[in-house]
C-alpha cells in the first residue's frame, strides 16, 4: 500500500509543479529554463524502472486514470510552450540545452535523414 501511495504523491508532485511552472511561463519566458529542468527531471523519473513498477502495480484504476490524463494534458501544454520559446530563441540565434530536448531535436534529425534516405533507395 504505501508503494501505491508513493507514486500517487510524487505524480500529484509532479502535476502541481508542470501546471505551477506553465502558468509561470505564460506571464514570463524567464521561467522556462525551470521547466526545461523539469521535463528533464520527469522524464527520467518515468523512465525509471522502480517508478515504472510502482505504477503498474498501483490499482486505483480511477485515480491512476484521471492523474495520467491530467499530467498528459499538462505536460503536452509545457513541452508546446517550451518548443515555441526554443524555436523563437533559435530564430534569434540563441540556443538553450536541455537533455529531453536535445534527444527530441536528435531523434527528428535521425528520423528525416533516415527518411530522406528511405525515401531515395525505394526510387531506384
Excluded at 505524480?11 to 522556462?32: A, G, I, P, S
Excluded at 515504472?52 to 498501483?58: C, D, E, N, P, S
Aim: glycine share 2%; net charge neutral; with cysteine.
Amino acid at each position: 500500500m504505501n508503494l501505491h501511495n508513493n507514486i500517487e504523491k510524487e505524480l500529484h508532485h509532479y502535476l502541481m509543479q508542470f501546471e505551477n511552472l506553465y502558468n509561470q511561463v505564460l506571464t514570463d519566458r524567464r521561467y522556462v529554463k525551470d521547466l526545461e529542468i523539469l521535463v528533464d527531471q520527469y522524464s527520467q523519473w518515468i523512465l525509471d524502472p522502480l517508478a515504472k513498477q510502482q505504477y503498474l502495480a498501483w490499482d486505483h484504476h480511477d485515480k491512476k486514470r484521471k492523474l495520467t490524463q491530467q499530467l498528459q494534458a499538462v505536460t503536452s501544454q509545457c513541452v508546446k510552450q517550451v518548443e515555441v520559446i526554443r524555436a523563437e530563441r533559435l530564430l534569434n540565434g540563441q540556443t538553450s540545452t536541455s537533455g529531453y530536448f536535445n534527444n527530441i531535436e536528435h531523434c527528428i534529425n535521425e528520423e528525416l535523414v533516415n527518411g530522406r534516405l528511405k525515401t531515395m533507395t525505394s526510387y531506384c
